[in-house]
């Protein structure tokens, strides 16, 4: 069989890779061609436009950075949509709204051709190299079952249910990752300004009860490394997945107290990091604003 893949950033890339297996082949399209020459070779070429995958791929899997982008490749004039022929299986990872997904998987399926929404959910480009993501997948359960061998390639492979699930399972992964980075940075440093060092602290909680893949995944790796891991989104991109889970939390009449106060701070931190700082650089932002309080306020 012949994949397409659309979307060939950090983590499309290595997926992209990672599917080439089996006497399956790859045509990786993105609107950046110089990241898919990157990584051509034996089984994975480079297409020219979206409707050349449309055109000779059966199953295409999606890696776009949001809604816009993700209408773009579906109902655009070189879209997926755009090429009558295609009766293949459209698999969509981005992280983008479950109302989104629930409108193209009926756009789609009306068309005679297949829609699964899903999410990579943990793991980020060190897991996507290893082929060992955690991916969950929403829509047809026959559809799922058809092509799970082929998405079993990136890692592990849970069903979700009825279509949008899995977009709704990444929004509230991504709320839980952004809250607790805030509330992670901190704890840290409040620790810090009381007299205790981020080595300790990240040590000492390392096996504790509130220990977080933030705490040890980026806070950890700073502390070890001086910077943070690769792949990590900026404060920019970041910004879109908390809105995404202010607008479900609105969407179903929810108070979502947390996730607008963590979008607010987030959106302060981008004002002193700059809006192309990893999310992660929330550490960096709160341990500075211990040395910007006057030492005899800080003693109270």
Known sequence: MKIGTIGIGGMGAPMAQNLV?????????????????????PGLERAESVTQIAQDCGLIILMTPDDKALRDVMYGDTGILSVVSFTGCVVDLSTTSEILAREIGAA???????????????????????????????????????????????????????????KIVKICNNLLLGINTVSGAEALSIG???????????????????????????FGHFVQNGTFPEGIASLKFYDKDM?????????????A????????????AAQVEGADAPFASILTYYRAMQHAVPEDDRRG
């Open 192 to 218: 810090e300004a009381a007299g205790l060092t981020l080595e300790d602290m990240t040590r000492w909680l390392d096996d504790s009860s509130g220990n977080t893949a933030a705490l040890q995944g980026m």
């Open 257 to 268: 107290h947390f996730t607008h106060l963590t979008r607010q701070i987030f959106a302060t």
């Open 21 to 41: 297996q089996d006497g399956d082949s790859v045509l990786a399209f993105d609107i950046a061609p110089e990241k898919v020459d990157a990584i051509t070779g």
């Open 108 to 166: 789609v399926t009306a068309r005679g051709a297949g829609y699964l929404d899903g999410a990579v959910i943990g793991g980020g480009v060190n897991k996507a190299r290893k082929g060992t993501s955690p991916v969950i997948v929403s829509g047809d359960e026959t559809l799922f079952e058809k092509y799970k061998p082929k998405l079993e390639r990136l890692g592990s492979v849970d069903y979700a249910g009825e279509q949008g699930n899995a």
């Open 243 to 255: 809105s995404l889970g202010c607008d479900l939390a609105e969407r179903n009449a929810f108070p």
